[in-house]
């Protein structure tokens, strides 16, 4: 996912990467979204699900919403960190518009949370199938020989 090109297919979507708390999702999205800012051919965009959450609000109360989703749906790859904070009727929708129109329109969407998007209480049905329908990956606790390595 880092290192691909715009127009190249995309093979999982969304990739959703879940693991618990301090086994390095943030690390990897960032990493992820590093590297393919780095290459300049392609606009990746990390943000936190808070982040989309106060970005949605604030496009709301400025009555900017609309250039608010087309500045989101104008990048290639959107990076969602810590999805089980995203909270609200109204967000969760956005959010899966934005879900949606990203992944019809062939970008890739990488989100990461603490739990597989079935265990999100607070996860609108449509939205936790959209995200079960990529490619749901855990990560797992590096064993004593990878951490020392």
């Not at 959703?16 to 690390?27: E, F, M």
């Not at 992820?32 to 051919?41: F, K, L």
């Not at 808070?50 to 900017?64: D, N, S």
């Not at 609309?66 to 989101?72: P, T």
């Amino acid at each position: 996912i880092a290192e691909g090109r715009r127009g190249d297919a995309v093979m999982f979507n969304p990739l959703y990467i879940h693991a618990g708390v301090g086994l390095g999702k943030t690390h990897l999205l960032q990493a992820v979204t590093w590297a393919g800012n780095s290459g300049n051919e392609r606009k990746v965009l990390y943000l936190t699900a808070e982040k989309f959450m106060y970005g949605f609000v604030a496009a709301l109360k400025t009555q900017t919403a609309l250039a608010f989703k087309e500045a989101l749906r104008g990048i290639d790859v959107l990076v969602i960190d810590d999805l089980q904070f995203l909270q609200g009727k109204s967000t969760q929708a956005e959010f899966c518009h934005t879900l949606n129109a990203l992944i019809d329109a062939g970008r890739q969407v990488v989100i990461a949370a603490d739990r597989p998007p079935s265990d999100l209480e607070n996860l609108d049905d449509r939205v936790s199938s959209r995200l079960a329908g990529g490619l749901v990956v855990e990560m797992g606790s590096l064993g004593e020989e990878q951490r020392h390595g």
